[in-house]
């Protein structure tokens, strides 16, 4: 069972930048694909990234690519998503997620999630 916990939500203006956090409680970490969703009021849970479990390799949505950065520290279990230009319609709560084998863009290939941190961009 793999415990994650978010953090770095926050208030932000449009164009700003928040990076957020993900703990892992699996000293394995490294054998998970992660990801990023996020999820807006009425709206489904979308996908936003995904890491390979080494970090050799990311995959980013149309809507947040060029803009948005996942890494991840294995040595920490560690799990990161550097938010740069920040608009409104990023406003939702994000969560961090992971499985085991390659990493996938539908949040139902994933078997573990975070509770989630809201971010918050006012215009």
């Known amino acids: 069972q793999v415990q994650l916990d978010e953090s770095g939500g926050g208030l932000v203006q449009a164009g700003g930048s928040l990076r957020l956090s993900c703990a892992a409680s699996?000293?394995?970490?490294?054998?998970?694909?992660s990801g990023w969703f996020r999820q807006a009021p009425g709206k489904e849970r979308e996908f936003v990234a995904a890491?390979?479990?080494?970090?050799?390799?990311?995959y980013y949505a149309d809507s947040v690519k060029g803009r948005f950065t996942i890494w991840r520290d294995n040595t920490k279990n560690m799990l990161y998503l550097q938010m740069n230009s920040l608009k409104p319609e990023d406003t939702a709560v994000y969560h961090c997620?992971?499985?085991?084998?390659?990493?996938?863009?539908?949040?139902?290939?994933?078997?573990?999630w975070g509770q989630g941190t809201q971010v918050t961009v006012s215009s």
């Open positions: 699996e000293r394995l970490f490294n054998n998970y694909a």
């Open positions: 997620a992971a499985r085991r084998g390659p990493y996938r863009t539908r949040s139902d290939d994933y078997q573990y």
């Open positions: 890491i390979m479990r080494s970090g050799s390799s990311t």
